[in-house]
């Protein structure tokens, strides 16, 4: 499986922003659709925001839809979540998936590619 890098998790009041990383290791996503996830401990992981290859498609989770954004630097061959108004039910572990494919949207298990994750902290 090839590797994915997140960075940008942190601990942040309601209401707050942060943006995620995913860069890649050792290969070009330029062909590959991104999806952001979250998983709980002992959870499955919930599927946040998806785009593809292109940028041109994308895909928010209802719960995400008009605060967290996704989009992509092909030049810096990295995908980022912007996410705003942040609220305590978005905490989690969020990781990052990669599926090659000029068709594809949102990876699905098993990901071409996935990143560790990294850990988002909203509270007062």
């Known amino acids: 499986q090839l590797q994915l890098v997140e960075s940008g998790g942190d601990s942040v009041q309601p209401g707050g922003s942060l943006r995620l990383s995913c860069a890649a290791s050792g290969f070009s996503l330029h062909e590959y659709a991104i999806g952001w996830f979250r998983q709980a401990p002992g959870k499955d992981a919930e599927k946040v925001a998806c785009i593809s290859s292109t940028g041109l498609t994308t895909y928010y989770a209802d719960s995400v839809k008009g605060r967290f954004t996704i989009f992509r630097d092909h030049a810096k061959n990295t995908g980022y979540l912007q996410m705003n108004n942040l609220k305590p039910e978005d905490t989690y572990v969020y990781f990052c998936?990669?599926?090659?494919?000029?068709?594809?949207?949102?990876?699905?298990?098993?990901?071409?590619?996935r990143g560790q994750g990294t850990q988002v902290t909203v509270s007062s």
């Open positions: 998936a990669a599926e090659l494919g000029p068709y594809a949207l949102c990876p699905a298990y098993p990901y071409h590619a």
